[in-house]
Nanobody
């Protein structure tokens, strides 16, 4: 059994910052890519940022220069530092990870979601 547990969401004013964390635990052989998605009310879930096990990161255009994804492989944890937040960043943010649970079996796992609200 593998779990992804997120933390760090909340309410922040425009221009503020938040840092999300997501820790993976359980039967883990290794972790491939880890990422963050978000879903705003009435919209589809979208990829925000993704990072490989080697640390190569990619971002959706709307957050480039404002968000930074990072990971600590020793802790099986991925982070999302969000700066210069805008009201349009308001959404439920979900952690995602592709995890090898054996040497030959890879599954995709999701966190429970954490609410980020940007409002004055």
């Amino acid at each position: 059994q593998v779990q992804l547990v997120e933390s760090g969401g909340g309410l922040v004013q425009p221009g503020g910052s938040l840092k999300l964390s997501c820790a993976a635990s359980g039967n883990i052989a290794s972790i491939s890519t880890m990422g963050w998605y978000r879903q705003a009310p009435g919209k589809q879930r979208e990829l925000v940022a993704i990072i490989t096990s080697g640390g190569i990161a990619n971002y959706v255009d709307s957050v480039k220069g404002r968000f930074t994804i990072s990971r600590d492989n020793a802790k099986n944890t991925v982070y999302l530092q969000m700066n210069s937040l805008k009201p349009e960043d308001t959404a439920v943010y979900y952690c995602n990870a592709r995890i090898m649970i054996t040497t030959t079996m890879m599954n995709t796992y999701w966190g429970q979601g954490t609410q980020v609200s940007v409002s004055s």
